[in-house]
């Protein structure tokens, strides 16, 4: 027999969010947005799901472990739940506005699903918000991500933040260099992504001392390109190297009070980049407040692009207490205009729908600490 859920219950790792916080997400959005909005990123909307082969393609496959699969009953297709918003962008770049000049600039607000949360991020559905700049592969694209990305979280009230720059295509690049592919490159590659030196070191044949300096690597930006210009690495991870120097350098000088620090092996998170990556962070809060880099916008190829997008969940934990809306009740038969004046001053208005003997006890009832005596503002005590 099925036991009856409690109406309030919901599956793990989704919650309702209620006032005031549903508010405040919706305020912090949509100062975001405008951060965006004014650096020439024009708004789209994509749909909640889409045909897997879609939904799935070029940087979307990455997602496919993390996205909910249903049958379509109209087209009998496979259908899935997006999971992340950045593909879906790329394919609307790359199909409806493929005509549009280039480097194109797309933003975007909305709601992912996911198949699990993880230990730093419990939650399966998160609002995103983003930017995507595509067509372009210079240098100042990657800068402009960055700091842009900084100052939307700035201008949500976040404080003390940081940027941690990886080069997910450092890695590959040292262990082709040095003929480590299949299981070998994959087993390396978990050991990198957990730190551990002395996997590194047991796996990682030849290229194991530079890839264990590589993780030594890691810190504040100014000592870590110290080590980093230090080490010598093939051609082509040179390459990579010099891209990152010449990155943190532009960032530093856009951005001069921005901190900044670098691991150069991290991948989790990124294995869809080609290039600079980051990842936004607040001192004392859990979890990353967004993550960005570059990535090519279609399988074997497509357009260059970068971008970023901030989780509004992990954000809201980034924020001081925020002061809730001034609220007063306005008695049945309130003056109109003097209600019309108090929303103009930022009150929230609370109208009463009946006669009440007591309206000061009434407004402390709907959770206003004043009400409207005629023309005067009381407070309801």
Not at 133 to 146: K, R, T
Not at 245 to 253: E, F, M, Y
Not at 257 to 262: W, Y
Not at 296 to 301: A, F
Request: aromatic fraction near 4%; charge should be neutral.
């Amino acid at each position: 027999m099925t036991e009856t859920l409690h109406p309030a219950l919901l599956p793990q790792g989704l919650r309702d969010l209620l006032p005031p916080d549903a508010a405040i997400e919706a305020a912090v959005v949509a100062r975001q947005m405008a951060v965006l909005e004014s650096h020439g990123y024009e708004r789209v909307k994509p749909p909640l799901v889409e045909f897997e082969d879609n939904l799935l393609a070029g940087a979307g496959a990455a997602m496919a472990t993390e996205t909910f699969r249903l049958m379509d009953p109209i087209s009998q297709r496979m259908v899935g739940v997006r999971a992340d918003m950045t593909p879906q962008v790329a394919r609307i770049a790359t199909t409806r506005l493929k005509k549009a000049p280039r480097p194109l600039r797309l933003c975007y607000a909305g709601q992912v699903l996911r198949i699990k949360g993880s230990e730093i991020r419990p939650e399966r559905q998160v609002g995103q918000v983003g930017a995507e700049l595509i067509g372009s592969d210079a240098l100042a694209a990657d800068v402009e991500a960055v700091t842009l990305a900084a100052a939307a979280l700035a201008a949500s009230g976040v404080d003390a933040l940081s940027v941690d720059l990886t080069l997910p295509t450092l890695v590959p690049a040292v262990c082709a260099a040095f003929g480590l592919a299949g299981g070998a490159a994959e087993a390396l590659r978990a050991a990198l992504d957990h730190k551990d030196v002395a996997s590194v070191a047991a796996v990682g044949g030849g290229a194991a001392p530079l890839l264990v300096k590589l993780v030594g690597g890691a810190g504040a930006a100014k000592k870590a390109l110290a080590a980093l210009q230090a080490i010598e690495l093939p051609a082509a991870a040179a390459a990579e190297r010099a891209r990152l120097v010449a990155v943190v350098d532009a960032v530093r000088r856009a951005a001069p009070g921005l901190a900044l620090t670098i691991d150069p092996v991290e991948n989790r998170g990124f294995e869809y980049h080609t290039g600079v990556s980051f990842a936004l962070f607040a001192r004392g809060v859990r979890g990353e407040l967004g993550r960005g880099g570059r990535y090519r916008t279609g399988n074997g190829g497509g357009e260059p692009a970068t971008g970023f997008t901030l989780y509004t969940d992990t954000v809201l934990r980034a924020l001081p207490e925020q002061k809730p809306r001034k609220r007063i009740y306005l008695p049945r038969g309130a003056d109109p205009q003097a209600a019309e004046r108090l929303r103009g001053e930022g009150w929230a208005t609370v109208a009463g729908l009946a006669a009440v003997a007591d309206a000061a006890a009434e407004a402390k009832r709907l959770n206003c600490a004043h009400w409207l005596d005629g023309k005067e503002i009381v407070a309801a005590g």
